[in-house]
């Protein structure tokens, strides 16, 4: 399994913000959004094959009771299945970062799921080859629904513009049964500014429909370094 990174930080989005855990960041990816936040997991792949037993150790080291597994994608990796397992077996809470477009039969505490927008696909002129990859393969409600059954699951949407939010109603239609609880809405950005001028319109929208705004607190907290 091709890993960028393995640090202890506190969690800044979903359900478990404000939770210490340890992030592993699982390097890859089959999608190439533009707004992309580590593109060294990503359009610049980076980092080293560990197996599970490696990956495990150094986890250890940070002693710490909730593991995050990102990336990148790590459904690309079918060493996810024993490591997840391996991880609950110790007790630990585990939970999975995927866009939802890659299924492993993989066991955890919280699936959250992250589907891509249409406003996510690079640009055509200067990326033509991963524009049209990246629209084929971003949309996969059937997938997503089969990763909801692996134990509590949050739906994590990055929204970049207004126009995303006729997407959300859409997708979450497409899905079926849906907590509207368990339905994130993430404004897009890596810059404090940014994010405070998406909140202005998208948290009245999170409260008329009953969805969670989602900050991005580890911004706040730390700024768009690595290792958080």
Same mark, same amino acid.
């Given at each position: 399994?091709?890993?960028?990174?393995?640090?202890?930080?506190?969690?800044?989005?979903?359900?478990?913000?404000?939770?210490?855990?340890?992030?592993?960041?699982?390097?890859?990816?089959?999608?190439?959004?533009?707004?992309?936040?580590?593109?060294?997991?990503?359009?610049?792949?980076?980092?080293?094959?560990?197996?599970?037993?490696?990956?495990?150790?150094?986890?250890?080291?940070?002693?710490?009771?909730?593991?995050?597994?990102?990336?990148?994608?790590?459904?690309?990796?079918?060493?996810?299945?024993?490591?997840?397992?391996?991880?609950?077996?110790?007790?630990?809470?585990?939970?999975?970062?995927?866009?939802?477009?890659?299924?492993?039969? @993989? %066991?955890? =505490? $919280?699936?959250? /799921?992250?589907?891509?927008? &249409? #406003?996510?696909?690079?640009?055509?002129?200067?990326?033509?080859?991963?524009?049209?990859?990246?629209?084929?393969?971003?949309?996969?409600?059937?997938?997503?629904?089969?990763?909801?059954?692996?134990?509590?699951?949050?739906?994590?949407?990055?929204?970049? @513009? %207004?126009? =995303? $939010?006729?997407? /959300?109603?859409?997708?979450? &239609? #497409?899905?079926?049964?849906?907590?509207?609880?368990?339905?994130?809405?993430?404004?897009?950005?890596?810059?404090?500014?940014?994010?405070?001028?998406?909140?202005?319109?998208?948290?009245?929208?999170?409260?008329?429909?009953?969805?969670?705004?989602?900050?991005?607190?580890?911004?706040?907290?730390?700024?768009?370094?690595?290792?958080?």
């Amino acid at each position: 399994m091709r890993i960028a990174e393995i640090y202890k930080s506190t969690q800044g989005e979903g359900l478990l913000t404000g939770t210490p855990s340890v992030f592993v960041r699982a390097s890859g990816c089959n999608l190439r959004c533009w707004y992309c936040d580590t593109p060294f997991a990503s359009w610049f792949p980076e980092g080293h094959d560990l197996g599970v037993d490696e990956i495990i150790a150094q986890i250890d080291e940070w002693e710490c009771q909730h593991v995050v597994i990102t990336g990148g994608e790590p459904m690309l990796y079918a060493e996810l299945i024993p490591l997840c397992q391996r991880l609950r077996e110790r007790g630990q809470h585990v939970t999975i970062e995927t866009a939802g477009t890659l299924y492993l039969p @993989v %066991e955890c =505490d $919280l699936m959250s /799921v992250s589907p891509k927008f &249409a #406003s996510s696909a690079p640009a055509r002129e200067t990326n033509h080859r991963w524009h049209h990859r990246h629209n084929e393969t971003r949309f996969r409600p059937k997938i997503v629904r089969q990763l909801m059954t692996r134990g509590d699951y949050q739906l994590k949407f990055v929204i970049d @513009v %207004e126009d =995303d $939010l006729p997407e /959300v109603e859409q997708f979450v &239609a #497409s899905i079926g049964d849906v907590d509207p609880g368990r339905v994130l809405l993430m404004p897009q950005g890596v810059e404090q500014p940014e994010l405070e001028h998406r909140a202005v319109w998208l948290k009245p929208y999170c409260q008329q429909h009953g969805y969670v705004f989602c900050p991005r607190k580890q911004i706040e907290w730390f700024g768009a370094i690595r290792g958080t």
